[in-house]
């Protein structure tokens, strides 16, 4: 389309080209300068305003045409599998150049995690995921938290507006607690041939938290269940032992406070004395750093899985993971964790 009017023509060949960039095709109709042409007509000597009007309102029209044409195409496009990794959907010359790994490192988090899981692997454990959404009954219900229990409410979960089959919201887990069950389940048959069972689950949880250096609504857990005949807490203590001994480099010494937990029965609190690199002095607060909750499996727990708790006893474990990195490394702040800074991040190398 021509114009006339030489101004109405440069308006048209600046919008023209704007359109070509803009990621919102629509803005261009609002454009200031189509406005500025509209707000020149009244200044105008009357006779030119016909004509200078018809040529704007042209330009308007060709502007909606092209955007309306933009989004038609848009909805014609062929849909892509979102997916599936760029390859498939990204033509070769416009696929994004790797960045050189030497560049990277591994998140604190992840390194804490492999060290850990490490060590158990070594005492004969083998590592199961914990996955980032599950349900109700896996939260709460297989863990012997009865219905409406307020111990339910200690957790601050996050659920979801969908609903699962039994018409209860999922939720993002607030514990690494909600894979006892599967694992129980998956690894009964095993136990019946006279293997215990031996699991760590790592993973992400979630908690609807008041954010501050010390709370976060996203944070880390590892979980340990240990399951076999005669099973005693002796056990528990001998293993928990082991794995800190091994962690902190130093024979240290634990002990167990009493503590609740639905899932557990008896359930404690493991306090171990504070190693060497976390003391900074020789007071009494100073010597005993409460670590993790742990317990033996409550036998309710060991029947919803149908494994008999007459014939089987068992005990588990959940512990922090951020707060152990933060001691260890004098952070300051939980949040920086999710940050994705990398100043905090480089320090790690
Ligand atoms: N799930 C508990 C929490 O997040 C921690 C925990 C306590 C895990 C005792 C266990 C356990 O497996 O036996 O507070």
Redesign the pocket.
């Known amino acids: 389309m021509s114009y006339q009017n030489p101004k109405v023509a440069e308006v048209a060949d600046v919008l023209k080209r704007r359109f070509a960039e803009l990621e919102n095709k629509a803005d261009i109709l609002k454009a200031v300068e189509l406005k500025a042409l509209y707000a020149e007509i009244p200044t105008l000597p009357p006779e030119q305003r016909a004509s200078f009007g018809k040529e704007i309102n042209s330009l308007k029209q060709e502007l909606q045409e092209l955007v309306a044409k933009h989004q038609e195409q848009a909805e014609a496009l062929p849909p892509i599998d979102v997916t599936a990794p760029f390859d498939v959907n990204t033509p070769i010359d416009k696929r994004p150049k790797l960045l050189p790994t030497e560049h990277g490192s591994k998140h604190p988090l992840t390194t804490e995690i492999e060290r850990i899981t490490d060590i158990f692997y070594r005492m004969g454990f083998e590592v199961v995921e914990s996955r980032e959404i599950d349900d109700e009954y896996h939260m709460f219900t297989a863990l012997n938290f009865p219905a409406g229990h307020p111990a339910r409410d200690?957790?601050d979960t996050f659920m979801t507006v969908q609903k699962d089959k039994n018409d209860h919201p999922l939720v993002a887990p607030?514990?690494?607690?909600t894979m006892?069950h599967r694992v129980l389940k998956a690894y009964k048959e095993r136990l019946e041939k006279g293997e215990p069972i031996a699991i760590v689950t790592p993973d992400r949880?979630f908690r609807n938290e008041d954010l501050d250096a010390t709370h976060e609504h996203t944070f880390h857990?590892i979980?340990?269940?240990y399951v076999d005949k005669g099973v005693h807490a002796g056990m528990l203590i001998a293993t928990l032992k082991t794995y800190l001994n091994e962690y902190f480099g130093e024979n240290l010494e634990v002990k167990l406070q009493p503590?609740y937990?639905p899932?557990?029965e008896p359930?404690f609190e493991l306090a171990v004395e504070r190693p060497a690199i976390l003391r900074k002095d020789d007071s009494e607060e100073q010597k005993w750093l409460e670590l993790?909750?742990?317990?033996m499996?409550h036998p309710n727990v060991l029947k919803m899985a149908g494994i008999d708790p007459e014939v089987y006893t068992g005990?588990?474990?959940?512990?922090?993971i951020e707060r152990m990195v933060m001691m260890k490394n004098g952070i300051e702040d939980i949040r920086h964790f999710q940050s994705g800074k990398l100043e905090f991040l480089r320090q790690f190398v």
Request: negative net charge; hydrophobic residues 40%; aromatic residues 22%.
């Open positions: 200690d957790y607030a514990h690494t607690s006892q949880v857990q979980e340990g269940i503590f937990f899932f557990t359930s993790l909750g742990c317990g499996i005990f588990a474990w959940g512990q922090g």
